[in-house]
């Protein structure tokens, strides 16, 4: 069982940036991919990030790449979200989870086993 706290989500004007944080629970974290998804307004959950479990390897959503870095600190239990340049359509509720899987089904809401219970971030223009 893993237990996921994300934190550091606000309000930010467009063009800043904000840091998320996801502390697991558990002494297997390692052993976990991690990823952020994203859940606005009247929209469905949309993938964002993911990274292996090593650190060493990573996915983006097209729509953040650029702007948005994934990293964790596995000494930690914590996977991060670096977020510039946000936009105003960034706004969601921003949600972590974890996975054993690895591979392209990490861009995918089912392959999930474990999710956070999310942060607000919203950027005003």
């Known amino acids: 069982q893993v237990q996921l706290v994300e934190s550091g989500g606000g309000l930010v004007q467009a063009g800043g940036s904000l840091r998320l944080s996801c502390a697991a629970s558990?002494?297997?974290?390692?052993?976990?991919?991690m990823g952020w998804f994203r859940q606005a307004p009247g929209k469905e959950r949309e993938f964002v990030a993911a990274i292996s479990g090593s650190g060493g390897s990573t996915y983006y959503a097209d729509s953040v790449k650029g702007r948005f870095t994934i990293s964790r600190d596995n000494a930690k239990n914590t996977v991060y979200l670096q977020m510039n340049s946000l936009k105003p359509e960034d706004t969601a509720v921003y949600y972590c989870?974890?996975?054993?899987?690895?591979?392209?089904?990490?861009?995918?809401?089912?392959?999930?086993?474990?999710w956070g219970q999310g942060t607000q971030v919203t950027v005003s223009s």
């Open positions: 558990g002494r297997t974290f390692r052993s976990y991919t």
């Open positions: 989870a974890a996975t054993i899987a690895w591979g392209v089904v990490v861009t995918t809401i089912p392959t999930y086993n474990y």
